[in-house]
Nanobody, 127 residues
Framework: EVQLVESGGGLVQAGGSLRLSCAASGLTFDDYARGWFRQAPGKEREGVSCISASDGSAYYAHSVKGRFTISTDNAKNTLYLQMNSLKPEDTAVYYC????????????????????WGKGTLVTVSS
């Protein structure tokens, strides 16, 4: 059984930083396309960042590029999202996800569908 468990969310002031973690069991992250998604109150879920399995290419939403960094610790089988210079508009529930296909993003389709999802961790950025 695949389990993805997020942690690291919380309340932070604008300009601050948080690091989200996603511990996986039942799959090996390095073999999967994996990423972070978020859903703000009243909005649809959107892709934040992902890593393709084939070549490790990382993709970022325009709104977070330069502020967020996605990474994987293969030894711990854990996915991270380092979030710096946080803004109130980053407030959302952040979800970790993975799928057993090579790419996670294409220019024509955007973020590709994920199969495995965590339950999410809430990030609140105060102004």
């Amino acid at each position: 059984e695949v389990q993805l468990v997020e942690s690291g969310g919380g309340l932070v002031q604008a300009g601050g930083s948080l690091r989200l973690s996603c511990a996986a069991s039942g799959l090996t992250f390095d073999d999967y396309a994996r990423g972070w998604f978020r859903q703000a109150p009243g909005k649809e879920r959107e892709g934040v960042s992902c890593i393709s399995a084939s070549d490790g290419s990382a993709y970022y939403a325009h709104s977070v590029k330069g502020r967020f960094t996605i990474s994987t610790d293969n030894a711990k089988n854990t996915l991270y999202l380092q979030m710096n210079s946080l803004k109130p508009e980053d407030t959302a529930v952040y979800y970790c996800a993975a799928v057993g296909f090579s790419p996670c993003y294409t220019d024509s389709e955007g973020y590709l569908p994920m199969e495995n999802w965590g339950k999410g961790t809430l990030v609140t950025v105060s102004s």
